[in-house]
């Protein structure tokens, strides 16, 4: 069989979750002994992450837009090169397509109220454009894949999409993510002194930034250590607005945020950190929740969507709305030396669970049970 696998956004430099899902899934099939050709289409970028192999061709298509890309360019190279199926990774699709389609939904958050409050244009862009393509696409697709059983849930009950053509394979993480022995210093690019606070926030209001930010002002006020806190893709204007509203100017001189960090640096940073906060307040899978975990560092998550699925019943889990009970729980981890080290070890067993390997083998087992059924 032929299958065409969507992977547009894999070669630029700033890869955000999706893009390293794809990247990961079609890693571990170039590595499986499967008789299948394998197609994967890209739109051409700096960081030549993918290279073609016997059976894995890494197809570039050039075209000036993200939606022009998928509405034009891939749908017509797919019929040149004979696809059967074609696979679109990142909850959209070409509306007019004849080939066969298997979507990955990895949420419908562009389905949910907006907060309005975002004033990111790529963001909101990107909202518009889900929101007016995957009602269109969904009848047409033999199979639509989701990342945890809570969102698969949410999906069935707000689309209305039958149970039988919905599937759920769980997200895995790069084997990297683990305790270093030798953790190096490769940290310092980032930040002076290990044992910080890390946090992966930005300004999509679902991420919590402005909550976090206000526990850990609180957080400051009772520790006898005030851990920096590191902080990915924020910019200082966002910062400042929140130090403002919230009137919590004495977070601002133990903040570090260094912008875009690489992901190959990524283990570095969880070994050489204190405790990680995934407070968000909504997470269709959560793969840094696995990293830092698997890191065996303690995790704080939320009590909400997938994050106590993947995080497992003995995780830490907080109500993200409330900034009393995440500050609550970063005194906790700095004062209770044995509930820290439990956690430590609950993480890695938990993390485990969950592999690439496992996710490409259940991805192949559905590409060829739709063949079947044809």
Not at 184 to 198: A, S
Request: proline share 5%.
């Amino acid at each position: 069989m032929k299958i065409g696998i969507e992977a547009q956004r894999i070669f630029r430099k700033n890869k955000h979750g999706m893009d390293y899902v794809v990247l990961q899934e079609i890693r571990e099939l170039q590595q499986m002994d499967t008789p299948h050709e394998f197609y994967v289409f890209v739109k051409p970028g700096e960081d030549r992450c993918l290279e073609s192999t016997q059976h894995v061709h890494v197809v570039e298509l050039r075209c000036p837009s993200y939606p022009l890309w998928e509405q034009w360019a891939l749908p017509r190279a797919a019929k040149r090169y004979g696809i059967e199926l074609l696979h679109c990774t990142s909850n959209t699709a070409p509306i007019w397509c004849n080939i066969p389609l298997v979507l990955t939904l990895h949420d419908i958050i562009f389905l949910e109220p907006r907060d309005k409050q975002n004033h990111s244009l790529y963001q909101n862009m990107g909202w518009l454009y889900r929101r007016l393509v995957v009602p269109r696409i969904l009848d047409k697709c033999q199979r639509i894949i989701t990342v945890s059983n809570f969102e698969m849930e949410n999906i069935i009950r707000k689309l209305q999409i039958p149970r039988q053509r919905m599937a759920m394979i769980y997200n895995g993480y790069n084997e990297w993510f683990r305790p270093l022995e030798d953790k190096e210093d490769v940290y310092r690019k980032y930040i002076d002194q290990p044992g910080y606070f890390f946090f992966l926030g930005n300004t999509d209001p679902k991420k919590n930034t402005e909550r976090t930010l206000v526990a850990y002002s609180k957080y400051l006020t009772r520790s006898d250590k005030k851990r920096q806190l590191l902080m990915a893709d924020l910019n200082g204007e966002y910062l400042n607005g929140i130090i403002e509203r919230n009137g919590i100017e004495n977070i601002r001189e133990h903040i570090v945020m260094p912008g875009y960090i690489v992901n190959s640096d990524l283990p570095y940073i969880y070994n050489n950190a204190f405790a990680f906060l995934y407070t968000s307040l909504r997470e269709s899978f959560g793969i840094p929740l696995l990293e830092g975990m698997a890191c065996g560092i303690p995790v704080i998550t939320s009590n909400t969507s997938s994050m106590p699925e993947i995080g497992g019943e003995d995780a830490i889990l907080i109500n993200p709305e409330s900034s009393d009970e995440i500050a609550e729980m970063m005194i906790r981890l700095e004062t209770d030396e044995v509930f820290y080290q439990k956690q430590e070890k609950i993480g890695i067993e938990r993390a485990k669970l969950f592999s690439w390997r496992k996710t490409a083998e259940e991805l192949l087992e559905l590409y060829e049970g739709i063949k079947q059924i044809e």
